[in-house]
């Protein structure tokens, strides 16, 4: 008889004895309750004990979540509709302002998260031009967000890391005249650097002009004094040679001077035979009729 009550005993310590621990990991926060008031909240991870029936424990995770919003219409300070389109990273701070904010639930969290980056979200939207909504700026755009949104959800212990704008899409007609005015402005800026270009290439034409004269000019003038140079050096040497056989020297040159005169086979000269020309043809010069 007493070996099914030790029975019973041993079942019931352990239960209770299971009831008294529970397991915290690294992604987890915990919050111990002891008759519904809040007593501890700082948990490290590992095995750690509670009273049954008098203590009960809630998990939330601590790591960076995710809150993907739904798209949304939002007006631009030009009054022109855009549907945006954005994602939230988030994770829990302070895990008890968490719970009494929104009495545990996630979902209640969640609800108030969207709402709180949707406001963030229209109201910079609201400040700011389509242009600069679409263009780089919009990095900006989503830095102040951000900012704004964790502001406002620090209350209820949350941190928001990061608000990002997967797609902004504009009405058909707005879509129309925005792609026409990114082409017109593209178009202004290609028009700038062909013009731009244009202007370098004149400029290198020229330079490349002036360096081509002031090479030739140079080259004329080296070339003047070489042959001036040479000109000199040139009766310098016929000084020379006529100073040493003044009779020889007037042979060779009269040799030249027949030369150049009668190279040509029809050449014709009307000059008189006895001219100082022909001193060295002698007395066998015979002149035609």
């Known amino acids: 008889m007493m070996r099914p009550v030790l029975l019973i005993l041993i079942v019931i310590l352990g239960v209770l004895g299971v009831s008294s621990l529970f397991i915290v990991t690294e992604t987890e926060y ?27 424990v809630r998990k939330y995770d601590n790591r960076l979540l995710t809150l993907d919003t739904n798209a949304e ?10 549907a945006v389109d954005s994602f939230v990273k988030w994770h829990i701070t302070d895990v008890a302002r968490f719970y009494t904010s929104t009495q545990g639930n996630e979902r209640v969290a969640l609800n108030r998260l ?14 700011r031009t389509l242009k600069e909504v679409i263009s780089e700026q919009r990095v900006s755009t989503m830095q102040d967000i951000t900012k704004a949104a ?18 902004i899409e504009l009405p058909d007609d707005v879509r129309e005249s925005v792609f026409r005015r990114m082409a017109a402005d593209r178009q202004k800026e290609a028009n700038l650097y062909r013009f731009e270009g244009r202007e370098s290439a004149e400029r290198i034409r020229a330079e490349a002009d002036r360096q081509a004269q002031v090479i030739l000019a140079e080259a004329q003038r080296d070339g ?13 040497i016929y000084a020379l040679a006529y100073g040493q056989d003044q009779e020889f020297y007037a042979f060779y ?9 009668f190279g040509g086979s029809s050449d014709v000269m009307v000059i008189d035979p006895s001219s100082e020309f022909f001193e060295y043809f002698g007395s066998d010069l015979t002149v035609p009729k």
Do not use: C
């Not at 501890?40 to 049954?52: A, E, M, V």
């Not at 964790?150 to 797609?167: H, P, S, T, W, Y």
């Not at 040159?253 to 005169?261: C, E, F, M, T, V």
């Open 150 to 167: 964790n502001q406002a959800a620090a209350e209820f212990g949350i941190e928001v890391v990061d608000v990002r704008i997967k797609a």
């Open 224 to 236: 003047q004094t070489l042959r001036g140079e040479g000109d000199a050096r040139s009766t310098e």
């Open 73 to 82: 219409q939002m007006l631009t300070s030009e009054q022109k509709f855009v």
């Open 253 to 261: 040159r009269s040799l030249q001077a027949y030369g150049n005169a």
């Open 30 to 56: 915990a919050i111990k309750f002891q008759l519904g008031r809040i007593v501890k909240t700082d948990y490290q991870p590992g095995i750690h004990i509670k009273l049954p029936f008098v203590n009960n």
């Open 114 to 127: 969207d709402s709180i980056v949707k406001d963030r979200i229209r109201n910079q939207i609201a400040s």
